[in-house]
Protein backbone atom coordinates (compact mmCIF):
# COMPACT_ATOMS: atom_id res chain seq x y z
CA UNK A 1 0.00 0.00 0.00
CA UNK A 2 0.96 3.54 -0.64
CA UNK A 3 1.36 6.17 1.56
CA UNK A 4 -1.39 8.63 1.61
CA UNK A 5 0.59 11.43 2.10
CA UNK A 6 2.74 10.06 -1.33
CA UNK A 7 -0.23 11.37 -3.27
CA UNK A 8 -1.21 15.07 -4.97
CA UNK A 9 -3.76 16.52 -2.50
CA UNK A 10 -6.13 17.39 -5.11
CA UNK A 11 -6.38 13.29 -6.04
CA UNK A 12 -6.50 13.17 -1.75
CA UNK A 13 -9.75 15.32 -1.62
CA UNK A 14 -11.03 14.15 -5.06
CA UNK A 15 -10.75 10.28 -3.97
CA UNK A 16 -12.40 11.73 -0.97
CA UNK A 17 -15.51 13.37 -2.42
CA UNK A 18 -15.75 10.42 -5.06
CA UNK A 19 -19.19 8.63 -4.45
CA UNK A 20 -18.89 4.85 -3.84
CA UNK A 21 -19.72 2.88 -6.49
CA UNK A 22 -22.15 -0.21 -6.19
CA UNK A 23 -19.58 -3.34 -6.19
CA UNK A 24 -22.23 -4.98 -8.46
CA UNK A 25 -23.38 -2.21 -11.03
CA UNK A 26 -19.80 -0.12 -12.87
CA UNK A 27 -17.17 -1.17 -10.35
CA UNK A 28 -13.79 -0.69 -11.81
CA UNK A 29 -12.61 -3.67 -11.45
CA UNK A 30 -16.22 -5.60 -13.00
CA UNK A 31 -16.45 -6.99 -16.66
CA UNK A 32 -12.85 -5.96 -17.77
CA UNK A 33 -12.97 -5.75 -21.28
CA UNK A 34 -10.42 -8.40 -23.06
CA UNK A 35 -8.41 -8.28 -25.47
CA UNK A 36 -10.10 -9.35 -28.62
CA UNK A 37 -7.37 -9.61 -31.05
CA UNK A 38 -3.82 -9.92 -29.02
CA UNK A 39 -1.54 -6.80 -30.84
CA UNK A 40 0.65 -8.27 -33.36
CA UNK A 41 4.29 -9.38 -31.94
CA UNK A 42 7.41 -8.16 -33.68
CA UNK A 43 10.52 -10.07 -33.10
CA UNK A 44 13.32 -7.23 -33.19
CA UNK A 45 16.06 -9.74 -33.74
CA UNK A 46 14.24 -11.06 -37.34
CA UNK A 47 13.22 -7.80 -38.54
CA UNK A 48 15.40 -8.26 -41.62
CA UNK A 49 13.72 -11.87 -42.03
CA UNK A 50 10.11 -10.69 -42.00
CA UNK A 51 10.15 -6.74 -42.67
CA UNK A 52 6.42 -7.07 -43.70
CA UNK A 53 4.94 -7.95 -40.19
CA UNK A 54 6.11 -4.42 -39.26
CA UNK A 55 4.56 -2.91 -41.77
CA UNK A 56 1.96 -4.65 -41.61
CA UNK A 57 1.23 -3.73 -38.01
CA UNK A 58 1.91 0.09 -38.28
CA UNK A 59 -0.65 0.11 -41.27
CA UNK A 60 -3.34 -1.77 -39.46
CA UNK A 61 -2.80 -0.61 -35.88
CA UNK A 62 -0.35 1.35 -35.51
CA UNK A 63 0.31 -0.43 -31.90
CA UNK A 64 2.66 -3.48 -31.80
CA UNK A 65 4.73 -5.70 -28.87
CA UNK A 66 8.24 -6.19 -29.52
CA UNK A 67 9.80 -9.14 -27.98
CA UNK A 68 13.82 -10.39 -28.39
CA UNK A 69 14.15 -6.48 -27.29
CA UNK A 70 17.76 -6.87 -26.08
CA UNK A 71 16.58 -5.33 -22.98
CA UNK A 72 17.55 -7.05 -19.71
CA UNK A 73 14.55 -7.78 -17.86
CA UNK A 74 16.31 -7.53 -14.73
CA UNK A 75 16.61 -3.73 -15.75
CA UNK A 76 12.71 -3.54 -16.22
CA UNK A 77 11.93 -4.90 -13.50
CA UNK A 78 14.85 -2.68 -11.04
CA UNK A 79 13.12 0.18 -13.00
CA UNK A 80 9.69 -0.37 -12.49
CA UNK A 81 10.57 -1.16 -8.61
CA UNK A 82 12.47 2.17 -8.25
CA UNK A 83 9.97 3.95 -10.36
CA UNK A 84 7.50 2.87 -7.71
CA UNK A 85 9.75 4.00 -4.92
CA UNK A 86 10.06 7.16 -5.96
CA UNK A 87 6.37 8.24 -6.34
CA UNK A 88 5.90 7.04 -2.84
CA UNK A 89 8.25 9.92 -1.33
CA UNK A 90 5.99 12.53 0.14
CA UNK A 91 3.97 14.47 -2.48
CA UNK A 92 6.17 18.01 -0.82
CA UNK A 93 9.79 16.00 -1.30
CA UNK A 94 8.92 15.35 -4.75
CA UNK A 95 7.78 18.93 -5.34
CA UNK A 96 10.36 20.50 -3.91
CA UNK A 97 13.42 18.42 -5.38
CA UNK A 98 12.14 16.71 -9.13
CA UNK A 99 12.90 20.40 -10.39
CA UNK A 100 15.26 21.40 -14.35
CA UNK A 101 15.78 19.13 -15.36
CA UNK A 102 13.10 16.61 -14.20
CA UNK A 103 9.45 17.85 -14.90
CA UNK A 104 7.34 16.42 -11.89
CA UNK A 105 3.15 16.92 -12.80
CA UNK A 106 -0.06 15.47 -12.23
CA UNK A 107 -3.60 15.56 -13.09
CA UNK A 108 -2.32 16.80 -16.99
CA UNK A 109 -0.02 14.77 -19.46
CA UNK A 110 0.59 18.04 -21.17
CA UNK A 111 3.29 19.98 -20.52
CA UNK A 112 4.89 22.93 -22.36
CA UNK A 113 8.30 22.96 -24.06
CA UNK A 114 9.90 23.93 -20.25
CA UNK A 115 8.18 21.61 -18.46
CA UNK A 116 5.08 22.69 -16.47
CA UNK A 117 1.57 21.56 -16.72
CA UNK A 118 -0.52 23.41 -20.01
CA UNK A 119 -3.47 24.14 -17.28
CA UNK A 120 -6.70 23.76 -19.44
CA UNK A 121 -9.96 25.01 -17.05
CA UNK A 122 -12.11 22.24 -16.36
CA UNK A 123 -11.06 19.92 -18.15
CA UNK A 124 -11.17 16.25 -16.71
CA UNK A 125 -8.75 15.28 -14.15
CA UNK A 126 -6.31 12.48 -15.57
CA UNK A 127 -5.84 10.16 -12.53
CA UNK A 128 -1.87 9.73 -13.00
CA UNK A 129 1.72 11.42 -11.69
CA UNK A 130 4.48 11.84 -13.85
CA UNK A 131 8.15 12.78 -13.80
CA UNK A 132 9.55 13.74 -17.40
CA UNK A 133 13.61 13.27 -17.64
CA UNK A 134 15.19 13.95 -20.89
CA UNK A 135 17.31 11.67 -21.81
CA UNK A 136 20.26 13.97 -22.72
CA UNK A 137 20.52 15.15 -19.50
CA UNK A 138 20.51 12.86 -16.82
CA UNK A 139 23.85 13.22 -16.22
CA UNK A 140 22.48 16.24 -14.36
CA UNK A 141 20.88 14.11 -11.81
CA UNK A 142 23.07 12.64 -8.87
CA UNK A 143 25.09 9.94 -9.05
CA UNK A 144 24.29 6.14 -7.60
CA UNK A 145 24.33 2.68 -8.44
CA UNK A 146 20.49 2.08 -8.47
CA UNK A 147 20.94 -0.58 -5.75
CA UNK A 148 20.09 1.04 -2.80
CA UNK A 149 17.95 -1.42 -1.25
CA UNK A 150 18.83 -0.30 2.55
CA UNK A 151 15.28 0.95 2.80
CA UNK A 152 16.44 4.23 3.05
CA UNK A 153 14.51 6.28 0.60
CA UNK A 154 15.43 9.81 0.82
CA UNK A 155 14.85 11.76 -2.28
CA UNK A 156 18.64 12.52 -2.88
CA UNK A 157 19.36 8.61 -3.05
CA UNK A 158 16.16 7.28 -4.90
CA UNK A 159 17.05 10.32 -7.89
CA UNK A 160 20.96 8.85 -7.47
CA UNK A 161 19.69 5.23 -8.14
CA UNK A 162 17.33 6.49 -11.04
CA UNK A 163 19.90 8.32 -13.17
CA UNK A 164 21.87 5.05 -13.64
CA UNK A 165 18.76 2.87 -14.20
CA UNK A 166 18.09 5.30 -16.47
CA UNK A 167 20.97 6.09 -18.75
CA UNK A 168 21.04 2.53 -19.17
CA UNK A 169 17.53 2.00 -20.17
CA UNK A 170 18.06 4.98 -22.61
CA UNK A 171 20.86 3.62 -24.56
CA UNK A 172 18.55 0.27 -25.04
CA UNK A 173 15.76 2.43 -26.18
CA UNK A 174 17.95 5.06 -28.16
CA UNK A 175 18.93 1.76 -29.94
CA UNK A 176 15.20 -0.05 -29.90
CA UNK A 177 13.82 3.17 -31.77
CA UNK A 178 16.61 3.66 -34.05
CA UNK A 179 16.59 -0.10 -35.45
CA UNK A 180 12.69 0.02 -35.92
CA UNK A 181 12.79 3.51 -37.59
CA UNK A 182 15.06 2.25 -40.01
CA UNK A 183 12.90 -0.80 -40.44
CA UNK A 184 10.03 1.45 -41.55
CA UNK A 185 11.71 3.96 -43.25
CA UNK A 186 12.55 1.07 -45.16
CA UNK A 187 9.12 -0.19 -45.72
CA UNK A 188 7.52 2.93 -46.64
CA UNK A 189 10.53 3.84 -49.15
CA UNK A 190 11.34 6.88 -47.23
CA UNK A 191 13.79 9.48 -49.34
CA UNK A 192 16.81 9.45 -46.82
CA UNK A 193 17.78 12.72 -47.47
CA UNK A 194 14.98 13.59 -45.52
CA UNK A 195 14.33 10.70 -43.44
CA UNK A 196 17.82 10.77 -42.08
CA UNK A 197 17.16 14.02 -39.61
CA UNK A 198 12.85 12.50 -38.94
CA UNK A 199 14.48 10.52 -36.12
CA UNK A 200 16.66 12.31 -33.49
CA UNK A 201 18.02 10.02 -30.87
CA UNK A 202 18.95 13.28 -28.54
CA UNK A 203 14.98 14.72 -28.33
CA UNK A 204 14.31 11.59 -26.41
CA UNK A 205 12.81 11.62 -23.24
CA UNK A 206 11.14 9.31 -20.40
CA UNK A 207 8.08 9.55 -18.20
CA UNK A 208 7.82 7.49 -14.77
CA UNK A 209 4.20 7.49 -14.26
CA UNK A 210 2.54 6.55 -11.34
CA UNK A 211 -1.77 6.04 -12.23
CA UNK A 212 -3.83 5.57 -8.64
CA UNK A 213 -6.42 3.22 -8.65
CA UNK A 214 -9.95 4.53 -6.98
CA UNK A 215 -12.38 2.14 -5.80
CA UNK A 216 -14.47 4.73 -5.37
CA UNK A 217 -14.10 6.28 -8.82
CA UNK A 218 -15.89 5.66 -11.62
CA UNK A 219 -14.59 4.70 -15.31
CA UNK A 220 -14.01 8.67 -15.92
CA UNK A 221 -12.32 8.90 -13.13
CA UNK A 222 -8.86 6.58 -13.81
CA UNK A 223 -5.82 7.00 -16.02
CA UNK A 224 -5.67 9.35 -18.83
CA UNK A 225 -7.71 10.38 -21.15
CA UNK A 226 -7.78 9.54 -25.21
CA UNK A 227 -4.90 10.99 -27.24
CA UNK A 228 -2.67 9.98 -29.66
CA UNK A 229 1.20 10.89 -29.29
CA UNK A 230 2.54 13.42 -31.11
CA UNK A 231 5.80 12.10 -31.19
CA UNK A 232 7.52 10.07 -33.91
CA UNK A 233 7.41 6.41 -31.58
CA UNK A 234 6.63 6.01 -28.32
CA UNK A 235 8.05 3.33 -25.98
CA UNK A 236 6.34 1.73 -23.44
CA UNK A 237 7.43 -0.42 -20.82
CA UNK A 238 4.49 -1.57 -17.84
CA UNK A 239 4.04 -3.59 -15.11
CA UNK A 240 1.65 -5.86 -14.68
CA UNK A 241 -1.70 -4.42 -13.60
CA UNK A 242 -2.26 -3.14 -17.07
CA UNK A 243 -4.72 -0.92 -18.06
CA UNK A 244 -3.43 0.45 -22.24
CA UNK A 245 -6.38 0.52 -24.61
CA UNK A 246 -6.39 1.56 -28.15
CA UNK A 247 -9.28 2.47 -30.54
CA UNK A 248 -9.72 0.35 -33.66
CA UNK A 249 -12.82 -0.32 -35.63
CA UNK A 250 -14.96 2.20 -33.30
CA UNK A 251 -13.91 0.15 -30.31
CA UNK A 252 -11.57 0.26 -27.28
CA UNK A 253 -9.61 -2.79 -26.97
CA UNK A 254 -7.90 -4.06 -23.78
CA UNK A 255 -4.20 -4.56 -24.19
CA UNK A 256 -2.53 -7.26 -22.09
CA UNK A 257 -0.09 -6.65 -19.81
CA UNK A 258 3.34 -8.54 -20.30
CA UNK A 259 5.59 -7.29 -18.41
CA UNK A 260 8.60 -8.39 -20.25
CA UNK A 261 8.00 -6.98 -23.49
CA UNK A 262 7.78 -3.54 -24.37
CA UNK A 263 5.42 -2.07 -26.42
CA UNK A 264 5.68 0.57 -29.50
CA UNK A 265 2.80 2.94 -30.48
CA UNK A 266 2.96 4.93 -34.00
CA UNK A 267 3.02 8.51 -33.53
CA UNK A 268 1.68 11.53 -34.88
CA UNK A 269 4.83 12.76 -36.79
CA UNK A 270 5.57 9.13 -38.29
CA UNK A 271 1.99 9.63 -39.46
CA UNK A 272 2.75 12.30 -40.80
CA UNK A 273 6.10 10.89 -42.99
CA UNK A 274 4.55 7.76 -43.83
CA UNK A 275 1.42 10.09 -46.25
CA UNK A 276 -0.93 8.82 -43.38
CA UNK A 277 -0.34 4.74 -43.99
CA UNK A 278 0.72 4.13 -40.90
CA UNK A 279 -2.07 5.01 -38.02
CA UNK A 280 -1.00 7.11 -34.99
CA UNK A 281 -2.72 5.17 -32.81
CA UNK A 282 -5.66 6.68 -30.32
CA UNK A 283 -4.99 4.82 -26.86
CA UNK A 284 -6.09 5.97 -23.42
CA UNK A 285 -5.10 3.97 -19.72
CA UNK A 286 -7.94 2.72 -17.64
CA UNK A 287 -7.17 1.24 -14.25
CA UNK A 288 -9.02 -1.71 -13.10
CA UNK A 289 -7.80 -2.87 -10.81
CA UNK A 290 -7.80 -2.35 -7.23
CA UNK A 291 -3.87 -0.79 -7.15
CA UNK A 292 -1.97 1.34 -8.72
CA UNK A 293 -0.25 0.92 -12.26
CA UNK A 294 3.73 1.64 -12.44
CA UNK A 295 4.46 2.72 -16.94
CA UNK A 296 8.12 4.06 -18.62
CA UNK A 297 7.13 5.71 -21.62
CA UNK A 298 9.63 6.74 -24.30
CA UNK A 299 8.87 9.84 -26.71
CA UNK A 300 11.44 10.37 -29.46
CA UNK A 301 10.56 13.03 -31.84
CA UNK A 302 12.63 14.37 -35.49
CA UNK A 303 15.35 16.37 -35.36
CA UNK A 304 14.56 19.63 -34.24
CA UNK A 305 15.29 22.05 -37.33
CA UNK A 306 13.74 18.82 -39.45
CA UNK A 307 11.36 19.74 -41.80
CA UNK A 308 8.78 16.85 -42.36
CA UNK A 309 7.46 16.49 -46.08
CA UNK A 310 4.12 14.68 -46.83
CA UNK A 311 1.95 14.82 -49.86
CA UNK A 312 -1.12 14.73 -47.21
CA UNK A 313 0.07 17.72 -45.29
CA UNK A 314 1.82 21.27 -45.63
CA UNK A 315 5.60 21.13 -44.56
CA UNK A 316 5.94 21.77 -41.01
CA UNK A 317 8.44 20.98 -38.09
CA UNK A 318 7.44 19.22 -34.73
CA UNK A 319 8.34 22.81 -32.98
CA UNK A 320 5.82 24.15 -35.15
CA UNK A 321 2.86 20.96 -34.61
CA UNK A 322 4.03 21.45 -30.80
CA UNK A 323 3.54 25.52 -30.69
CA UNK A 324 -0.13 24.80 -32.17
CA UNK A 325 -0.75 21.88 -29.77
CA UNK A 326 -0.25 23.84 -26.66
CA UNK A 327 -2.30 26.58 -28.53
CA UNK A 328 -5.11 24.09 -28.50
CA UNK A 329 -4.68 23.31 -25.02
CA UNK A 330 -4.78 26.30 -24.20
CA UNK A 331 -7.67 27.69 -26.00
CA UNK A 332 -9.74 24.67 -26.74
CA UNK A 333 -8.97 22.41 -24.13
CA UNK A 334 -7.83 19.79 -26.35
CA UNK A 335 -5.43 18.84 -28.76
CA UNK A 336 -6.53 18.91 -32.48
CA UNK A 337 -3.56 17.34 -33.54
CA UNK A 338 -2.99 16.66 -37.08
CA UNK A 339 -5.90 18.05 -38.69
CA UNK A 340 -4.26 21.71 -38.00
CA UNK A 341 -1.61 20.37 -40.60
CA UNK A 342 -3.38 18.62 -43.30
CA UNK A 343 -4.02 19.35 -47.17
CA UNK A 344 -7.28 20.25 -48.02
O1 LIG B 1 1.24 4.79 -19.35
C1 LIG B 1 0.84 4.35 -20.41
O2 LIG B 1 0.59 3.16 -20.60
C2 LIG B 1 0.60 5.25 -21.59
C3 LIG B 1 0.97 6.68 -21.39
C4 LIG B 1 0.70 7.49 -22.60
O3 LIG B 1 -0.07 7.12 -23.44
C5 LIG B 1 1.39 8.77 -22.82
O4 LIG B 1 2.08 9.26 -21.93
O5 LIG B 1 1.27 9.34 -23.91
FE1 LIG C 1 0.25 8.20 -25.22
Request: glycine share 6%; proline share 7%.
Amino acid sequence: MELESSYPPLFRRLRDSAPAIDPDNGSPTANPIPEPHPIPLIDLQRLDVEPERLGEACRELGIFRVVNHGVPLDLLTRLRSHARRLFSLPFESKQASFTTPLSYFWATPVLTPSGSAVSRGSQSVNWVEGLQVPVGQLSLLGDGDGDDDDGDDDVVTVLAGLRSLLQEYGVHLARIAKLLFQAMADDLRLDPTHSKSYLSESTGFIRLYRYLHCSKADGDMSGMEAHSDSSVLTILCEDDVGGLEFYKDEQWIRVQSAPDTLIVNVGDMLQVMSDDKYISVKHRVKVKKPEDRISLCYFVFPGQDSVIRSVKYRPFTYADFQAQVQRDVKTLGFKVGLPRFKLD
